[in-house]
């Protein structure tokens, strides 16, 4: 069983196009869990219009925090491997099938992604070239990170020893990627498997440069390094 965690906020202009692009990739037995962090738009009204009985959508915790936000998703995700959707992006056709493949053989799988704007019209072809992205657990963790949330996918026992996330992480997807490497292991496949999305109300900062000074960044990976440390 596959299940697929979007955690949504305002997300009304994109939202249908994402899950359409998710859902014609799943079996009947599969799920889409949709966490709201209290969306003012139509968001809610678009997904409930789209009447696929695979789709569940649970309130999420309102603390203004994708990283909680996916954390809620993901506490209900009853799925053997969980992908991560962001809100705005699209999945290619073939994405489910190139991460289950090798899901076979690894624990967590991250993917190249296609850059593009609000549009879907190119910008940069490779995510990975963006992030200056290299296979390499200790260079994931103190150098630069190349764990992006939408473009992983895991086996159930990653979510397990992720669960419950840190107060102090940065991020949802660095932690989860780095429990991977050091617990498990981790394969960067150079697939481009998702319309990465960069559009003005976009969160992330992936593809633009880090939005955070060079101390607060030194913290992030201290937070990880000591909370990876608890695991053991």
């Known amino acids: 069983m596959i299940s697929v965690c979007v955690a949504t906020y305002n997300g009304e202009k994109f939202i249908r196009e994402q899950i359409d692009s998710i859902l014609c990739q799943l079996s009947s037995d599969d799920e889409i869990i949709v966490s709201d962090d209290g969306s003012t738009d139509g968001t809610i009204v678009i997904i409930n219009c ?16 994708p990283t909680f936000n996916f954390e809620n998703a993901l506490k209900e995700a009853k799925g053997d491997y969980i992908f991560l959707a962001d ?10 099938e190139v991460c289950m493949k090798w899901l076979q053989k690894y624990d967590c799988v991250v993917s190249d992604a296609e850059v593009t704007d609000s549009n879907l019209n190119p910008l940069y072809p490779s995510l990975y070239a963006i992030m ?20 992983m996918a895991f086996r159930r026992n990653i979510l397990e020893a992720s669960l419950p996330f840190p107060k102090d992480i940065p991020m949802h997807d660095i932690w989860i990627g780095n429990v991977a490497a050091y617990k498990y292991n981790v394969k960067f496949i150079p697939d481009k498997l998702i319309l990465f999305r960069r559009h003005k109300e976009t969160i992330s900062c992936n ?19 000591k909370n990876i440390a608890n695991l053991y």
Request: charged share 25%.
């Open 132 to 151: 200056q992205v290299r296979q390499g657990h200790i260079y994931n963790t103190v150098w630069k990170n190349g764990y992006t949330g939408c473009c």
């Open 87 to 96: 809100q705005d992006d699209v999945w290619k056709t073939n994405k489910v």
């Open 50 to 65: 789209i009447g696929d009985k695979r789709i569940r959508i649970i309130e999420g915790p309102r603390k203004h925090s």
């Open 207 to 225: 593809g633009k440069g880090s939005k955070y000074s060079i101390w607060q960044q030194m913290k992030f990976r201290w937070s990880i390094i």
